[in-house]
């Protein structure tokens, strides 16, 4: 439910971009079984993140990537889709006020 109060957030007061990407990120976030299979969609949101040079955002694939056992625990998906949306919606809206 939090997931869908961002993504409406981001459609009101974020930038066309940030909302774009942040509907990606839910789209993928509230479907698990898809987690393992979709997190590569991740990086859309990461690069745009890092091209605005917000990088924090290479945390979000090493969750995935380092590996703590020798499969990545299942917790790491949602802490990386969590991340992500939090991120594009903290940018996105520095970006439409900046722009404003």
Do not use: C, D, K, N
């Not at 509230?30 to 890092?50: E, G, K, M, Q």
């Not at 802490?79 to 940018?91: K, M, R």
């Amino acid at each position: 439910m939090l997931t869908g109060v961002v993504v409406l957030y981001l459609l009101a007061r974020g930038s066309a971009v940030s909302s774009y990407m942040a509907v990606l990120i839910a789209s993928q976030f509230v479907s698990p079984i898809l987690w393992r299979h979709y997190a590569l969609l991740l990086l859309v949101p990461v690069a745009w993140l890092l091209e605005r040079r917000v990088w924090a955002a290479a945390l979000v694939p090493l969750l995935s990537t380092v590996p703590l056992v020798l499969v990545t625990p299942p917790v790491a998906y949602p802490i990386e889709y969590v991340l992500a949306l939090g991120l594009v919606a903290w940018e996105g809206v520095r970006h439409r006020r900046e722009v404003a």
